[in-house]
């Protein structure tokens, strides 16, 4: 695939406040990443390379490309903004727990939040529990306000301590029933933590890894998209959703600006962008 024309080298200011050479390769595999076409990809990427100007912000720069990804194709825009719209289901992590919870319930298993259950020595606090015949999946959902940061070897140790801590609880109380542990984050491991469950009862969920079951390909495969990555969700319609439990957006399906505006005390105008971009992105679901 060609790639966005070179002209006079532009900088740009990252979020830190630092400056740095805009790259638009670095532009472009952001959005062929997503599963876009090639073609769309060149399309997006020549004109936003085009369009930005040195001291132009990468805050900007990522509204910009969502908005020409956008209109030409709903699908690809919002996982563009996945990462981001993961990383605002905080700033406790609380929306995050309950994403998490609502994926595994998507996928077959009865799930609940925030479970206080018996080890051995101790009692764990479990953010999700998620079970299914006799596998019972203790999950811990480490949230990043940093989407870019990682999940280091020493979370998933502690994580492997009280997956034993549990399972030997369980076998001297007769269960018989097999646990797991889950590590699911909003951003990335290092090595060293992916390398030590090679050898453990212990599986990562990130955003890109493992390569056939992760967050990115989940939410793309079953639609199960954050309310957070609305293009026009302002903070406070977040905060009625996140008081009548709703993460996903496949949950407001069927919602008329109507009921958005009665229910969330949005303005008209909202509530009949909010319906479109709903309807664009889970509307279409069998």
Same mark, same amino acid.
């Given at each position: 695939? !060609?790639?966005? %024309?070179?002209?006079?080298? &532009? ?25 876009? !076409?090639? =073609? ?19 805050? +900007? ?21 996945? =990462?981001?719209?993961? !990383? ?21 298993? %009865? ?17 999700? *529990?998620?079970?299914?015949?006799? *596998? ?11 989407? &870019?940061?990682?999940? %280091? ?6 994580? /492997?301590?009280?997956?034993? /801590? ?5 076998? &001297? =109380? ?16 290092? /090595? ?21 079951? +992760?967050?990115?390909?989940? *939410? ?14 302002? %903070? ?8 009548? +439990? ?35 992105? *889970?509307? +279409?679901?069998?």
């Amino acid at each position: 695939m !060609s790639k966005a %024309h070179h002209r006079e080298p &532009k900088k740009i200011i990252k979020k830190t406040g630092e400056e740095e050479l805009f790259i638009p390769e670095k532009l472009c595999d952001s959005i062929l990443v997503t599963g876009a !076409s090639e =073609d769309l990809t060149e399309q997006v990427c020549s004109i936003v390379s085009e369009s930005i100007e040195s001291g132009m912000s990468s805050d +900007n720069i990522f509204k910009v490309t969502r908005k020409y990804l956008s209109n030409l194709n709903p699908k690809i825009s919002a996982l563009y903004a996945l =990462d981001r719209g993961l !990383s605002a289901l905080g700033p406790s992590g609380f929306l995050f727990e309950q994403y998490i919870a609502a994926l595994f319930k998507e996928m077959g298993y %009865h799930v609940r939040n925030n479970v206080y259950i018996q080890g051995e020595g101790v009692e764990h606090e479990v953010d999700v *529990v998620a079970e299914k015949g006799h *596998v019972v999946y203790i999950i811990e959902a480490k949230y990043r306000n940093d989407y &870019k940061a990682k999940t %280091h070897i020493d979370t998933i140790m502690y994580a /492997d301590a009280r997956l034993g /801590d549990i399972r030997r609880r369980a076998l &001297k =109380d007769g269960d018989r029933r097999e646990y797991y542990m889950w590590v699911v984050t909003n951003t990335q491991f290092t /090595d060293g933590a992916i390398n030590y469950v090679a050898y453990r009862d212990v599986q990562l969920m990130g955003w890109d890894h493992p390569k056939y079951i +992760n967050l990115m390909k989940i *939410v793309s495969d079953k639609k199960l998209y954050p309310v957070t990555i609305l293009p026009s969700i302002t %903070h406070k319609a977040l905060k009625g959703l996140a008081n009548d +439990n709703i993460v996903l957006i496949k949950s407001l399906r069927g919602y008329t600006a109507d009921t958005l505006q009665e229910k969330y005390d949005v303005s008209r105008t909202l509530a009949v962008k909010l319906e479109k971009e709903i309807d664009e992105l *889970v509307g +279409n679901e069998d």
